[in-house]
């Protein structure tokens, strides 16, 4: 049996053989992390507005998703230099006790202040799950079955995305919207329980020789991320015309020397040495993520508000309609799980070219410029853009990480696993940061007639057009380059 063949058999593997394998166990903890993380990161949607009514603080709700970005963003860059060579179950044990005292703090808060530094341990607590979630996936599995677990950890997450608000949603009406994060709390007991008993001390056929080096990281350059995360979030926060571009330029501006100075230092990267160089597999497919992860959360940001000003939509349904992305990303993820190696390059320029048009769709039937369509148009052209959006994401997610991690040296293995949703998660906080920038910049606000909230959605939407262009050339280079 040729090589490419044997491939493609593993590749095959049902889920009932990965079971009878034993990785059954395995794959409980990583969901369970990943099921915590992503419920939790949308938990304060409808949890805040009841929270600010009793402790206070309205001004400072942006900060409840700014922080928890920033803490997962900072927590996630460290996971692979936290990890020991042959154990990951204690750090992922510490993890999850992080993020069960971010939910504590939320939980017990007195005041705002309180509220948004349990936010911030919990960012970091979820994102070095996350990072370990990642490393552990490249450890614990063969290369072909990853594209097959990581549809499986598209699919958690999206039932997760989903549930969130609703969980908050439900104690919130019920004006106990504490015990939600106390909920979590006792979530992440099990979890430290459960993983101290599941995951082995040791991956399977891993040997010494084999394992990634662990380096000492730079504190100063941890800092100059931290400056990064944190300019973007107040300038998408607290807009200004002149200064909130400013700062997202400088910021832009900063990261980018971040990664500079990371490549030069052989003995202390955070990165791999190759991050967002479009002329290397790895470069090239950092940077694709990076920049659709950028390009795509308008529709998460002002989605909801936009259904609602233009069509009248409740908020509940609007929260289904942006829903919907994630459930077509999981979906996706799942069908397209089992596709031969040899069929990765056209996932990749197909699933780019579906999150282009799933773009312009909302840009053109949210605006009311849809051909055929009245002043309002129909909803049903943005439900099938959400769903392209998630289905172009999930179709190509899995075969990205494996295509990633195949051109990556041994000794940079879990350093490039766990880059690879930091860098997805620094696309999304610019992208929501110059979505609020384009937004307030159309005319947004809180009393918008129809015709402006159109103005608004068509400018929020088209400006990321040629963002887009540019992350569909990254990924036809991508499923083209060799190297």
């Not at 990303?329 to 070219?353: H, Q, Y």
């Not at 605006?367 to 055929?372: A, K, M, R, T, Y």
């Amino acid at each position: 049996m040729s090589t490419e063949i044997q491939a493609d058999h593993e590749q095959q593997l049902s889920w009932a053989e990965l079971y009878r394998q034993g990785f059954g166990p395995i794959l409980f903890i990583l969901c369970f992390a990943i099921w915590q993380h992503a419920a939790s990161s949308m938990l304060a949607a409808t949890t805040l507005p009841r929270a600010v009514s009793e402790i206070g603080g309205a001004h400072l709700m942006g900060w409840a998703y700014s922080l928890f970005q920033l803490g997962s963003i900072l927590a996630g860059t460290l996971a692979a230099s936290l990890v020991s060579k042959y154990d990951i179950r204690n750090p992922l044990m510490l993890a999850g006790l992080l993020y069960g005292l971010g939910c504590l703090l939320s939980a017990l808060a007195p005041q705002i202040e309180i509220f948004l530094m349990g936010r911030l341990i919990q960012g970091m607590g979820g994102g070095w799950m996350l990072g370990l979630v990642f490393i552990a996936i490249n450890r614990f599995f063969p290369g072909p079955v990853i594209p097959k677990i990581i549809a499986l950890i598209s699919v958690v997450w999206s039932a997760s995305a989903f549930s969130g608000p609703l969980v908050g949603g439900a104690f919130a009406n019920l004006g106990l919207w504490r015990y939600a994060y106390g909920s979590f709390t006792i979530q992440s007991l099990i979890f430290m329980i459960a993983t101290y008993y599941i995951i082995p001390q040791k991956p399977r056929d891993i040997t010494r020789d084999s394992l990634a080096t662990i380096d000492r990281v730079s504190l100063s350059r941890l800092a100059l991320m931290a400056l990064v995360i944190l300019m973007i979030s107040v300038a998408g926060a607290d807009v200004h015309p002149v200064y909130s571009p400013l700062m997202i330029f400088a910021g832009l501006g900063l990261l980018y020397l971040c990664f500079q100075l990371d490549r030069l230092d052989l003995t202390s990267r955070m990165f791999p040495a190759n991050t967002l160089k479009p002329g290397h597999t790895v470069g090239a497919g950092l940077s694709m993520i990076l920049v659709l992860g950028m390009s795509t959360m308008s529709f998460l940001v002002y989605g909801p508000a936009l259904l609602e000003a233009i069509f009248g939509v409740s908020p509940l349904g609007a929260g289904y309609i942006v829903a919907l992305e994630s459930v077509a990303w999981g979906g996706a993820a799942m069908v397209f799980s089992n596709s031969r190696k040899t069929t990765e390059p056209i996932l990749f320029r197909c699933g780019s070219a579906l999150i282009l048009i799933g773009t312009l769709g909302m840009a053109l039937s949210m605006s009311g410029n849809l051909p055929g369509a009245s002043t309002q148009g129909p909803l049903w052209p943005i439900i099938i853009s959400a769903i392209l959006h998630g289905t172009g994401f999930g179709m190509m997610w899995g075969f990205i990480m494996r295509r990633i991690l195949d051109k990556t040296p041994q000794s940079e293995r879990d350093r490039t696993s766990t880059t690879i949703p930091v860098i997805h998660q620094i696309g999304m906080a610019i992208g929501a940061a110059i979505s609020n920038v384009i937004a307030n910049g159309a005319g947004y606000s809180a009393s918008l007639t129809i015709t402006q909230a159109q103005g608004v959605a068509l400018w929020v939407f088209a400006a990321f057009i040629p963002l887009l262009l540019i992350g569909n050339l990254l990924a036809w280079r991508f499923a083209r380059i060799k190297g």
